[in-house]
């Protein structure tokens, strides 16, 4: 057959499939950028023993188990903690002292994954004083990954990394303060725990839930379509308090979104945006 | 199976394909080199668009764009996620992520873990081109000392695409070029194997057939 015949199909497969899982499973990935997801199904392909995405289909509509399986390829990121510390940085010093003067603080992870960023998050917080008036939403649509960030528990041989970019983070304390490892893992303190809501939450279907004054949605925004980014950021805009704040990842802008007007940059080199006044 | 769709997909790679509408170019380590021989060379009004992907340190600014802008007759940025191709713009890969090309054609971003110790990688680069570009894609590989870019290039060349790569015995480090051809042993039509003035030379002589 033809390349561009079976790369024709290959799409129409994958349109498919994508409108299968959402009117069986209500996950919609329609709007989710394709390239990315055409990997993930390919590697998916040969885990589930099918040679085309109609075979996987046909297992993923009649054995739940399959796309449980499958749900692990399409939304599981691996990220480490602090990743780009100088994000962390612009936190620490330009937001925290603003965060300083609200009674008590929320904060919404968007996309947590397995957890890397929401402990980072509490760990700064707490160096900075603040986790005690803090709550921390975080959010996901996996409900494996939402379980393994609540455990909090990491493999110990990341954690050098871990540690060096908290160093670089400005971080005040040791890493080695916030867990105790053990068989080669590392879990990270209760207490820690006692300031985070685990939530399976979509941008593409839900709607907001609560009022916060910080968002940090990193890495999540490239996986999307521009039309479902900028619903990603309408929702982070109705969610965010007056004059709230935004973190995106080190590539995304708000520049072509629908949502720019409605943000000022904070610091915009390390993609932290601030809502306007007004509406 | 309709005939000319049937026609398009049998355009021998090095035959007459095009016109081209993007020049995908991959490396690693020796490539930055071979990039200054070439990029500077591109004609303005070169009608595809170039996707420029080198392995890079992680942690750090690329400087990619600040050392070509200045050299290169063509506009020259960073990749953006979502940012539709402009013919006759060259853009580079940014470090630390893969990237694509997505519907649009557009450019496309994502974190998923390193192939080949890389991210960004350039099998996924070449990959996701030949999705979107069929046979009207050229594929360059370059200098490196690893196997990533050896599967892309078979992806492009098995699209109809024109596939290069550059010369083993030019190239400070051979491996990533033996890698790719590796694929090709015996295979008729294989890519071309050129030394970096050759490849500059073909750009220039494509795009004075209209095809690039």
């Not at chain 1, 079976?6 to 996950?27: F, G, P, S, T, V």
Request: glycine share 6%.
């Amino acid at each position: 057959m033809p390349h561009k015949t079976k790369a024709h199909i290959a799409d129409i497969e994958q349109r498919l499939l994508l409108d299968a899982i959402y009117h069986q499973y209500h996950y919609d990935f329609r709007a989710y950028a394709q390239a990315s997801l055409k990997r993930r199904l390919q590697s998916a392909l040969t885990q589930f023993s099918c040679k085309t995405l109609s075979q996987l289909q046909d297992r993923v509509l009649h054995e739940p188990a399959v796309f449980t399986g499958l749900l692990q390829y399409l939304t599981v990121q691996v990220s480490d903690m602090f990743r780009d510390p100088s994000y962390f940085l612009a936190l620490r010093n330009e937001v925290v002292p603003i965060l300083r003067t609200y009674p008590s603080i929320k904060v919404w992870v968007a996309g947590c994954s397995t957890g890397e960023e929401v402990y980072s998050l509490a760990i700064l917080l707490h160096e900075e004083g603040l986790l005690d008036r803090t709550l921390i939403y975080a959010t996901d649509i996996n409900p494996h990954a939402l379980r393994a960030a609540e455990q909090g528990v990491f493999d110990l041989d990341r954690v050098a990394a871990f540690t060096e970019n908290h160093a670089r983070a400005g971080g005040r304390s040791s890493l080695s303060d916030y867990y105790t490892a053990r068989y080669g893992r590392v879990v990270f303190d209760k207490a820690l725990r006692e300031h985070m809501v685990f939530s399976d939450h979509s941008l593409a279907t839900d709607s907001v839930f609560a009022e916060v004054h910080l968002i940090s949605c990193r890495n999540v925004l490239i996986y999307f379509e521009r039309d479902l980014q900028n619903r990603a950021l309408g929702l982070f805009h109705d969610a965010l308090v007056h004059r709230g704040f935004l973190g995106l990842g080190s590539k995304e802008s708000l520049r072509f979104s629908a949502q720019a007007e409605h943000f000022d940059d904070f610091v915009l080199e390390d993609r932290v945006y601030r809502k306007k006044a007004g509406r | 199976m309709n005939a000319s769709a049937a026609n398009a997909s049998n355009t021998p790679a090095g035959g007459p394909g095009g016109p081209y509408q993007a020049i995908v170019i991959g490396g690693s380590s020796g490539a930055i080199d071979v990039l200054n021989v070439l990029l500077p060379r591109l004609p303005v009004g070169l009608r595809a668009a170039v996707i420029v992907l080198l392995h890079l340190p992680r942690d750090r600014r690329s400087l990619l764009v600040d050392i070509f802008r200045t050299r290169c007759a063509l506009p020259v940025q960073e990749a953006e996620d979502q940012q539709l191709i402009q013919s006759g713009h060259l853009y580079f890969a940014p470090p630390d992520y893969h990237l694509l090309i997505d519907n649009g054609p557009r450019l496309a971003l994502s974190v998923d873990a390193p192939l080949h110790f890389s991210r960004p990688s350039i099998d996924v680069l070449f990959e996701s081109a030949a999705d979107g570009y069929g046979d009207k894609l050229v594929g360059v590989l370059l200098s490196g000392a690893n196997d990533d870019g050896a599967a892309g290039l078979a992806a492009i060349h098995a699209a109809g695409g024109y596939t290069i790569v550059q010369d083993p015995a030019s190239a400070s480090m051979p491996t990533m070029p033996e890698a790719a051809l590796a694929r090709f042993s015996g295979q008729t039509p294989a890519p071309h194997v050129l030394t970096p003035d050759a490849i500059a030379a073909r750009f220039i002589q494509l795009h004075a057939q209209r095809l690039l």
